[in-house]
């Protein structure tokens, strides 16, 4: 299951698990008045309150939020082997994030790239992040093209003995 996929599931239990703080938020709120609240009005106004910090925090703007975000990439051929659908395999490379991969299965791709004249390539990817941290990623872009792949994998290469791997190109 993808960390997103978890993310959105779990918001209705973070609604119940967080209800008890409506009677502290009535509290602070009673307080915070000149003239004490009625003890209705005040669990009222705590539950819109309360509503509002939710819908915030799990739902608002900073939830979700999908952006794109180019690389240049260095492509090479894989091991046909290593392909799930039969077709051509072909790894790519983040230049500036050395042992950052993507493996993708695309016969038009590999013949795009055969094509191009160049080992390096501009791909664009959909970042979808929550706050910050990234939740997903999704290949929308690779030089001129805009579909026609399957992503097989993603993520780091391992090197026995190379230099540690540096930071991830995404958030």
Do not use: C, K, N
Request: glycine residues 12%; hydrophobic residues 45%; charged residues 15%.
């Amino acid at each position: 299951m993808s960390p997103l996929l978890a993310w959105a599931e779990t918001r209705h239990l973070w609604f119940l698990v967080l209800l008890p703080l409506i009677p502290l938020i009535a509290g602070v709120l009673r307080r915070a008045t000149r003239r004490p609240l009625p003890s209705f009005i005040a669990l009222l106004a705590a539950f819109a309150v309360y509503l509002g910090l939710f819908w915030f925090l799990f739902f608002g703007p900073f939830v979700e939020l999908a952006r794109p975000m180019t690389f240049p990439m260095t492509w090479r051929m894989g091991e046909p082997s290593e392909s799930t659908t039969g077709q051509a395999h072909v790894v790519l490379t983040f230049r500036d994030y050395p042992g950052h991969i993507v493996g993708i299965s695309s016969d038009a791709v590999a013949s795009y790239f055969r094509g191009l004249g160049s080992e390096t390539v501009d791909v664009t990817f959909e970042v979808t992040t929550t706050w910050g941290s990234t939740q997903g990623t999704r290949i929308i872009r690779i030089g001129g093209l805009t579909s026609g792949w399957v992503e097989e994998y993603g993520g780091s290469e391992v090197h026995s003995g190379g230099p540690p791997l540096g930071p991830s190109p995404f958030p």
